[in-house]
């Protein structure tokens, strides 16, 4: 009998589990959709200028999210504080690999630059940089919403 309990707990578990991830999934699948029809409107793509916008945009995510990937550890030293409890010359590597990653950073986004102006007008890739000030600032909102609850716009 105890075995039987124990396996519905399991199965039950697994699938929660399941359905925890699938809605994680889907709610970055939506954030993704919202991105996507966002942009291309506001940048006014053409199809054929969206595909390769498309393909550019995410290999330039790509190289970001490693990048930052990469230096998560030093940044949550940082700001749990935990640098109180180091050594000066940990901190100072801790410190300067944040600022080689700034610069990593501007690198890449000088890289994709050049990449958006070889598919794109100069008029389209001032239009992305706006669009994407714009739907950050929208982002910010909806968490800021969704953290206050009790202050939704309606």
């Known amino acids: 009998m105890k075995i039987t309990y124990k ?7 697994c699938l929660s589990q399941q359905l925890i991830y699938a809605q994680a999934s889907k709610g970055k699948t939506k954030l993704d959709s919202q991105k996507i029809a966002f942009y291309t ?13 498309w393909a550019v945009y995410n290999e330039m995510e790509n ?12 940044k949550m030293i940082l700001i749990n504080k935990k640098y109180l409890e180091l050594s000066d010359y940990e901190l100072e590597e801790i410190l300067d690999s944040k600022l080689k990653m700034g610069k990593d950073l501007m690198d890449i986004k000088i890289k994709y630059h050049e990449k958006f ?9 001032a239009k992305y940089y706006q669009s ?3 739907f950050k600032k929208i982002q910010s909102e ?9 202050e939704r716009k309606r």
């Open 63 to 74: 190289e970001i999210k490693a990048l930052k990937s990469k230096n998560a550890h030093g």
């Open 41 to 53: 409107s506001k940048i006014e793509l053409t199809v054929e200028e969206s595909k390769d916008f």
């Open 132 to 134: 994407t000030r714009e």
């Open 117 to 125: 102006k070889e598919i794109l007008s100069i008029q389209k890739v």
């Open 142 to 150: 909806r968490k800021k919403q969704h953290s206050n609850p009790g």
């Open 7 to 13: 396996l519905c707990f399991i199965i039950i578990f």
